[in-house]
């Protein structure tokens, strides 16, 4: 008895061997995503944070701390966006800053020129450390070649009136500390104004760990609920301080 084509139930259609060895493709290179941001997460330069999105494998959240130089004190939050075929040839991070940075290899829109240290993305060379170190080092250079094209103004601004290119580096400066507790929806980065368990924490750990090598976790378990109670306390008290004068 011959089956009715129009009744019988139909097949289900093999997947395609190109889509399949695109999806092994793509999984390969995010299994060398993670491996490179474990090993990044042992070699960052120092000052320098990267937290992955929860959102994306691909989408990081980054500060960067500057201790000395003409950028001294500077914190500047940015995110770091990979392409899908990361890490193949030519395919470049895109890293934006949140706050203003006035830099020759900074955009105005934020973002940092990375052609100026590669102008070709070579998979076997090139890394998120390497970018990171890039990165850093823009905010250490004294003079400024002719590959710092992305904020031209700022390069000729820094040979011609180095004194006037300095103001406008202080001035992003401190508008990157104003904007430190300013938090980008669904950062995985986020900071916070200090509280009175931070600040009783600070004093106990200085004033009980005089030596770190004694330093043991119970100690500072210890410790960071003594932080708490006290932290607590001084709450309560500037509470009923200000109920006190409100009511006055």
Known sequence: MSEDPEKSPRRKSARSPITSESEREQALRDYKLTIEYKHLKQHSPSGVYLLPSPASLRLFHGVIFLRR????????????????????????PKITFD?????????????????AAYTKWDPHRHYLVTVLTFLKKIFYIKNYGDGASANLEARELSRSHPAEFKRNVVKCVKESQRGLFINEPGSSMVFKEENECHVALRMLMKDKFKDPAMVGRTMVIDCVEEAQKIGQEKVMMKRKDDSEEGGQ
Do not use: C, R
Not at 74 to 83: C, D, N, R, S, Y
């Open 99 to 115: 706050t203003k940075v006035y830099n020759p290899h900074v955009s105005e829109q934020g973002i940092l020129d990375l052609t």
């Open 69 to 92: 130089g003409m950028y001294s004190n500077a914190i500047f939050k940015f995110t770091m966006e990979l392409p899908q075929g990361y890490n193949d040839t030519n395919t470049f």
